[in-house]
Structures are given as structure tokens and as C-alpha cells.
């Protein structure tokens, strides 16, 4: 459970909160809470006192290009989340707030900063070449294809930066968003997953774990979800066709991403795309059902036996 022992949220069961059932708002905006009223050809303009246009020891946080946050606001967002009114309602509620603490937890348990430790004990050993926080700072621009034009909070269009607003004012590194990758190293990734922990003869992950988060956490709530994965739908709607096994799992993104790993059948699929390009009012994707039926395409021809 979590340890906040000046808030509500002291005591939340960390297995409620990765399959979102903790009562945790779905969402805070915490980038608004730095604009000022002012606006430059309708952009709200940053609050000068929060940020500033080079990098110091004061503003050490790079939130876009030229654009650098205040040394002391994430821990505002903490203090936000920590003392948001929780939930009435006890069953499923997507929310990645609480993954916000995780990036903590980790990070104290290890004494090291999360791009370190997932690079250092995943990435690298798993052969990936692309995948990580902060692409920029290991690939070339034009490799990496433009999220949106952020009109909202950055004021510019966004590239290399991640577009979850709140974990580019953590600096880009997130416990809840900042991935970068290309298909081939989720490949890698999702392939470990469905060898149940291990790959290229390497253990990295406990079989009795996978099978643990891979599950459905609190299926009798009517909440498909496992530990921190996305599980097919109980009934109607879900991230997938109907034509994936139920032992099935995986994870979607905002920007208009999945991959999906089916152990029944041995499939891994990978759909990348920037869907809120040139901004999030794009809903061709959801619109047409793109990624779900490319998905019932290739079970079509390589059998669900």
C-alpha cells in the first residue's frame, strides 16, 4: 500500500491503483495551474516566475523545446494528488495518478532515477536500441515522427517531448508516461512477456509475476483489467477484436498506440501511430476502428487455434 501518512490516500492497495480501481480522479491538469490569464494569440502564456527559456539549477526541467520548469513543482504535483478528493464510487475508473507514486517508490528502493534503472536493468540487456525516456537525447529528430501542436499548454509543435502534460513537467521521465519506442523494441519487449519473464535465455521477470499482472484483478466488479495491463473486454467494447483469447493482455495509448500479446495463440501485435497529429481533435483512428480490425485481419489469416 501507499505510505502518505498526511493524506487520504495513505493506505490505497497498490494492486487497486494498477488496475485502476482505487477511487483516484482519471485525471488532474496540472500544466493550467501554471498559465497565467494572459494569452498570446490564444495561447495561455507560462507563468514567468514557474519557468524560463534556458536550463539552470532553478529550472532544471525540460518540459518542450526552450522551455524549462521551476526545480520544485513536481513535487506540487505530488502534493496535488496527494489531497485530490477521492472517488465516491469504488469500481473502475481509469486513472494514471497513481503511477505517479510508483515512479517514487522505485526510485527510492533503487537510489537511482528511473531512466537509469529501467535502461540499466531492462533495455539494455534486452538488446533495445530505441526504447527509453528521452529520446533525444540518443536519436537523431528526424527519426521521430511530431505528437501535436500544443496549443494548449507548450505553445509549439511537439516532437521527442512527451505529450502527457504532467510527465513533461517531471522532466520528460514518468511513472506513468515517457516512453519512447519503436516496433521492433517492443517486439523484444512483449516477446520476454509471453516467454513469461525470459529472453534470449536471460530470467528477467518471475513467471509466477507475469502470470500475477497479466490476470483479471477484479473481474467480479465488472473491471477486466490486470495489474497495470489492459485485458480484453468482459462483454461489449474493449481495446481488442473478439477474436483474442482471454488469457490475453496488453496496453493502448493516448497518442494512438497498442500492442497486444496472446499467449493462446502466440501473437504480438503492434500498432504505432500519432494519432493526435495535428492535434488531439483527430478521432479518425477511433473513428474507423483502425487498430481493431487490422487486428481481427491478421487473426483472420493466422487462425485463433
Known sequence: HLNLDTSDKNGLIIRDILAHQARLKSWIPFYRYTLDDDTINGVKVLRDTLYSSTKSAIYPYKVAENIFLHFSYPDSILKKIKYSELRINEGYKYSDLGYYFFKEIIEKEYNENLETITENHFYKQLGMENLGYLPLNRIEENRIIPTEHDYLYRGQLIKGYVHDQGAAMLGGVG???GIFSNANDLA????????????????FISEKTIKEFTKCQFCVNENRRGAGFDKPALDIGGPTCKCVSYTS?????????????????????????????????????????????????????????
Open 188 to 203: 523484444k519487449l512483449m516477446q520476454m512477456y509471453l516467454n513469461f519473464g525470459e529472453y534470449a535465455e536471460e530470467k
Open 175 to 177: 511513472g506513468h508516461a
Open 249 to 305: 493482455f496488453g496496453h493502448t495509448g493516448f497518442t494512438g498506440t497498442i500492442v497486444w500479446v496472446d499467449p493462446d495463440t502466440e501473437l504480438i501485435y503492434i500498432f504505432l501511430s500519432n494519432r493526435v497529429y495535428p492535434d488531439a481533435n483527430n478521432q479518425k483512428l477511433l473513428r474507423m476502428d483502425v487498430r481493431t480490425n487490422i487486428m481481427q485481419e491478421i487473426y483472420n489469416l493466422f487462425g485463433t487455434e
